[in-house]
């Protein structure tokens, strides 16, 4: 099996963009900043967090504060997955009863990441409501999961892979769609 | 950095980076314990036997806890109440115990060695909690982690252990850890306590001192690890408790020649007022209850650990989300595809 590069879903500066347009949005349909709250899903959800709230700021001004979470506790394959799962830190240093949070990923595919996501936050507390936003949405859902604020929506097969490479955690800063060939 | 074996049996063969890796994971679940919901499914429908063949109160009650936290089921057996009273054989009992289909079986055993023989007979991971004078790998790790949450780090520590170090499976398993990261030991103790060749346990270049007076034992410690007085591994009476006390108890007056921010540390249960007078035990450089809060968090990143992750199979740690990372290969990418 090899893994072949298929095409570009989004270029730097379309990454900029989208993360614009994303943090517009949510502050347009939060109906005021006071509880908002932006919580990143480890690992690229957390760049992509802290870069909406920065964008927000430059919307007059608006201080979102950002956590971030880590979903290893929650999956639901552990016992199917490589052995010796590794846990890697939540930082969530606000109350979350009564916030109104943000869950922010790269991608949304199965749902299961974010069902996970989920749980992690209502052992934390309440929160009032919980809304997603990602970068892309690449559909075959398995859970009854949707995106309220989606950066792009892609039509992919099964056997198709999207990366996103954000420089935070990558060389290089942009979305590509990858496929999996036999040789 | 991750973690190569299946069972946890002793300190000794891991190294530094691994040792490191382990009292980070630690590190996280003490996160855990300061949520309003403390416990978690991660582990639900698994279960771990706890075989303590010794008696033992806070270690097993620290793992049990550690379990149900993570949403484990516990089984338990106790030294008392077992079929060993019966002359039923080690192996026996843990052939039992492990048709029960267990996930991860925790063991103390009065034999050094006890739980590595169980291990290379079960195809559970084993975690050992103490085997006879051997080693007590979670308490080698609470303590690191007790010393490194204060000071910030644990390398290049001056260590002076006092007490029985000859029976202490938890002197031993805290020179394999601290020896790594550069500590120096001092072993102080009455001389049948602290034969010679304790000299040369550490890790290569680990320097261990033994001294008699605790006077000279004590001086520029960095952490002073106060060892209970067992009397359940002396088989005569080779000391009085009135002598020990004022030979080797430590006490506010003999603290003041240790490095003014010396850590002290207690596996417990205490002889409060034998090994440790009542002002230093309850004084600020007492870490005897971090230990056991440590102590939690530390079984629960354990068996987290050991426990999750297919039992055969792959190699290293959980690959990235489907989405995400360029070198992930793609056959990791079908183990965790289900995971978005």
Not at chain 2, 5 to 32: G, V, Y
Not at chain 2, 62 to 84: I, P, V
Not at chain 2, 175 to 195: D, E, N
Not at chain 2, 209 to 227: C, K, N, T
Request: aromatic share 4%.
């Amino acid at each position: 099996m090899r893994i072949v590069e298929k095409s570009q879903l989004m270029s730097a500066s379309e990454i900029d963009r989208t993360i614009q347009r994303l943090a517009h949005e949510i502050v347009e349909k939060s109906g005021g900043t006071k509880h908002l709250a932006l919580i990143g899903v480890r690992r690229r959800g957390v760049p992509l967090a802290q870069r909406i709230a920065k964008a927000m700021r430059g919307i007059d001004g608006v201080e979102v504060p950002v956590g971030t979470l880590d979903i290893t506790l929650y999956r639901d394959d552990l016992s199917k997955v490589a052995s010796h799962a590794v846990l890697q830190s939540s930082d969530i240093s606000f109350g979350v009863d009564n916030m109104d949070l943000v869950l922010v990923d790269d991608v949304l595919y199965t749902g299961r990441t974010i069902r996970a996501a989920m749980n992690g936050l209502f052992d934390l507390g309440r929160p009032k409501r919980v809304s997603l936003c990602v970068l892309i949405d690449r559909g075959h859902r398995e859970m009854p999961i949707e995106a309220q604020y989606v950066g792009r929506g892609v039509q992919t097969s099964d056997t198709e892979i999207v990366e996103v490479r954000l420089r935070e955690i990558d060389s290089e800063e942009r979305v590509v769609l990858v496929d999996r060939v036999e040789p | 950095m991750t973690y190569r074996f299946r069972d946890l049996l002793a300190l000794e063969p891991l190294s530094a980076d691994e040792l490191t890796f382990l009292l980070d994971q630690s590190k996280l679940f003490q996160e855990i314990q300061r949520h309003p919901l403390k416990k978690l499914a991660t582990l639900r429908g698994k279960t771990v036997t706890l075989a303590f063949f010794e008696n033992s109160t806070r270690t097993r009650i620290s793992f049990s806890t550690a379990a149900s936290r993570l949403g484990a089921d516990t089984m338990n057996l106790q030294a008392e109440a077992s079929s060993l009273k019966k002359g039923e054989s080690l192996l026996d009992t843990v052939y039992t115990l492990n048709a029960m289909k267990p996930d991860c079986l925790v063991m103390r055993h009065a034999a050094s060695g006890a739980a590595d023989f169980v291990a290379r007979n079960l195809d559970i991971p084993v975690i050992n909690a103490g085997d006879g004078t051997h080693e007590h790998p979670s308490q080698g790790l609470l303590d690191a982690l007790t010393i490194r949450d204060r000071r910030g780090s644990i390398e290049n520590l001056k260590i002076t252990i006092l007490g029985d170090i000859q029976h202490s499976r938890v002197a031993r398993s805290n020179i394999h850890l601290l020896g790594k990261f550069g500590g120096q030991f001092t072993l102080c103790g009455p001389a049948m306590w602290v034969p010679r060749e304790l000299e040369n346990i550490g890790p290569p270049g680990c320097v261990i001192r033994r001294v008699s007076r605790i006077e000279e034992g004590l001086e520029d410690a960095d952490v002073i690890l106060v060892l209970r007085v067992q009397t359940e591994r002396m088989y005569e009476p080779t000391l009085s408790a009135e002598e020990y006390i004022l030979l080797y108890q430590l006490n506010a007056e003999r603290l003041r020649l240790a490095n003014p921010n010396a850590l002290i540390l207690h596996p417990g249960p205490m002889n409060r007022g034998v090994e440790i007078s009542p002002e230093v035990a309850d004084g600020p450089q007492s870490c005897v209850l971090e230990q056991v809060t440590n102590g939690i968090a530390v079984r629960m990143a354990l068996l987290f650990l050991l426990m999750s992750g297919a039992t055969e199979g792959g190699e290293g740690a959980l690959a990235d989300e489907a989405s995400g990372a360029p070198n992930a290969s793609p056959e990791k990418k079908e183990s965790t595809h289900a995971a978005d």
